[in-house]
């Protein structure tokens, strides 16, 4: 039976001192600037921690784990009740208790992050749990903080423009800044590893996974980007984590729901996947997301790439001479289950070579097989403990041994800052990418076009931006003198919802639709083609991917600003109404929807204003 420990003051654990961090963990490290030469030097002290662990403590680390819950002591009930279904405890303080995992994933969906001060609180909790252990050692709390459409921290910390959109900046400058930003909010509020940036190059337009995620189709673009956005990560003390390896960027199977096959040679997997991540490596990137992917060119055996050893050893180990991290993408998708049992799974992987195991469906099956292979000779302690130091080598470089706690102080000082916020607005304004402008229609001036309806597609936020879509965009254009209505049509709109937004454009300067992946069959083809009819401008804004306007006909003008979060919509409606001029280019190519062999709009292409 566990029983839960009184749950510390608020004012306890966001006022631990350093030097109380540093007692819990006997031997302290050095601090995190030190290079990685110094690091080393400490792989004695990190090798006796590990002395100490029992074999449920090594397997444990090996773990990174969800789990339900705003607080680590004291969630609220229905959390409570979550854990137990899918975990056996009832907070994270007994997660790390019972399983003595080595970090913790945070997700909205599962209630850990509700606002920074909260979020801090939580990780917190979190460490001191787990260095009350009787082998102290910090956690590395993580999550998907890639920005645009996968963000986990919502407002009030800073939303940034997602991969796509840095790719149509083409700045390094601004991409390093980003993950400069991003990762000192993160750190902020305790978490040290995010699972970004994204190093897939996105060749297919059908991807369904990647697509925004990816900075680009062009290799070596991708690859500046990745290695500008690692540098900034590490500038703010966050490991960054390139994913998915060795490329998901060309699939059009999402590994959520099924295991895709890329075709690509050992050839062209060198030229179009590798490129990005021999960058990040070359940057110094502490961990690695592998791929739930089939790849025959590089495993003959078509194992995931996550339980390939030829892959993840033989290529990613020996021939990139990668040393660093290995985590797998959630094992909880559908990728990696269809092949191997969910008790095979984790055995596998580290095998394969992996490191962290990342959110398995069902923890104890996951955990238990691991700990029956070491009993069974399958897998040998000395094997475990190859990963459990890469692991605390990362822990030691972010100085969570030193200090692992997040302070009310920081949080207030660094999340969320008119600074960041100013620098998220700048970057934002310089990847909007104008594809159409017919006779110059646009800019907009609120004394010729002063009337304008906005409809379209109105996906949930995927951020915690205020949203939605449609909202946004109105309230902008309202900001900047027009009179602006919002009327969300959504992304499969029905035959009244067009009617009504027919009748809505009568007597209206102009229309402007936010469109969001047009498909060949796709009803918002309809609204857009009823709302040219009516006379009335039509200006279309693809909110995700900028291959919409291929589908798309008769609008005046169109812009791609590659999410639908806030900044990237204000800075879309900045671009519209001449406040800023469009710089962004496109990243991807633009097919012909009935010829893909025809390029409509090539990698660069962008039009501006004036001259």
């Known amino acids: 039976m566990h029983h839960r420990a009184p749950a510390p003051s608020r004012r306890t654990l966001l006022t631990v001192t350093a030097a109380a961090a540093a007692a819990a963990v006997t031997g302290a490290l050095a601090p995190a600037a030190h290079a990685e030469t110094d690091l080393r030097a400490d792989d004695l002290k990190l090798r006796r921690i590990i002395d100490r662990m029992s074999l449920e403590e090594k397997v444990g680390q090996l773990f990174v784990m969800r789990v339900y819950g705003h607080s680590a002591t004291a969630p609220d009930q229905a959390d409570i009740d979550a854990n137990l279904k899918e975990i056996g405890v009832r907070t994270a303080a007994e997660l790390i208790e019972r399983y003595h995992v080595g970090g913790i994933i945070y997700f909205t969906w599962a209630h850990n992050t509700r606002d920074p001060q909260q979020i801090a609180e939580l990780s917190n909790g979190i ?79 059908a991807n369904p996974v990647i697509g925004v995620r990816s900075f680009g189709s062009d290799p070596q673009a991708v690859a500046g980007l ?264 959504g992304i499969t709109p029905t035959a009244a919802k067009i009617e009504e937004a027919v009748a809505a454009a009568a007597g209206k300067d102009v229309v402007l639709v936010g469109t969001y992946n047009v498909s060949a069959t796709s009803p918002q083809r309809t609204l857009v083609a009823r709302l040219v009819a009516t006379g009335v401008p039509v200006v279309t804004v693809s909110i995700r991917n900028p291959y919409d306007i291929a589908r798309l006909d008769g609008q005046r003008a169109t812009l791609a600003a590659y999410s639908w979060t806030d900044v990237e919509l204000r800075a879309a409606v900045r671009v519209l109404a001449g406040l800023a001029r469009p710089r962004g280019r496109l990243p991807v190519p633009v097919q012909d929807a009935a010829d893909p062999t025809k390029v409509l709009y090539p990698v660069g292409y962008g039009l501006s204003y004036g001259p």
């Open 127 to 205: 460490q001191q749990a787990a260095l009350a252990r009787s082998t102290p050692v910090p956690v590395l709390i993580s999550t998907d903080q890639e920005h645009g459409i996968v963000c986990r921290v919502g407002k009030p910390a800073t939303l940034l423009p997602g991969a796509m959109a840095l790719g149509a900046g083409g700045s390094h400058a601004d991409a390093r800044k980003a993950a400069q930003i991003a990762g000192e909010e993160l750190a902020a509020v305790g978490i040290r590893q995010n699972y970004a940036p994204v190093a897939d190059v996105n060749v297919n337009p």
């Open 226 to 489: 990745v290695a500008a956005q690692v540098k900034g990560y590490q500038q703010a003390g966050v490991a960054a984590t390139s994913k998915h390896f060795p490329g998901h960027g060309d699939t059009a199977v999402d590994s959520h729901f099924g295991l895709p096959t890329i075709t690509h040679t050992r050839e062209q997997w060198a030229e179009l996947d590798a490129p990005p991540f021999r960058s990040a490596i070359d940057a110094g990137i502490d961990s690695i997301m592998t791929a739930h992917i089939v790849v025959p060119a590089l495993d003959p055996g078509e194992d995931p790439a996550t339980l390939s050893r030829p892959i993840v050893t033989g290529i990613l180990r020996e021939q990139l001479g990668y040393d660093g991290v290995v985590v797998t993408d959630s094992l909880g998708m559908e990728g990696v289950r269809t092949k191997y049992g969910d008790e095979r799974v984790p055995v596998l992987a580290l095998k394969a070579g992996v490191d962290q195991l990342l959110n398995p469906p069902k923890l104890d099956v996951a955990w238990n097989a691991v700990l029956a292979a070491v009993r069974a000779g399958e897998l040998t302690e000395a094997r475990l403990d190859e990963s459990i130091l890469r692991i605390l080598r990362l822990k030691a470089k972010l100085g969570l041994f030193r200090q692992a706690y997040a302070t009310r102080a920081g949080v207030e000082r660094v999340v969320g800052t008119e600074s960041h916020l100013a620098h998220a607005d700048r970057i934002a304004e310089a990847t909007t990418t104008l594809l159409v402008n017919e006779d110059g229609f646009l800019p907009l001036s609120p004394d010729s076009h002063g009337s304008v309806l906005v409809v379209g597609a109105d996906p949930a936020s995927p951020s915690g931006t205020t949203g939605p879509p449609t909202t946004t965009l109105a309230t902008a254009l309202s900001e900047l003198g027009f009179r602006a209505t919002a009327l969300s049509t």
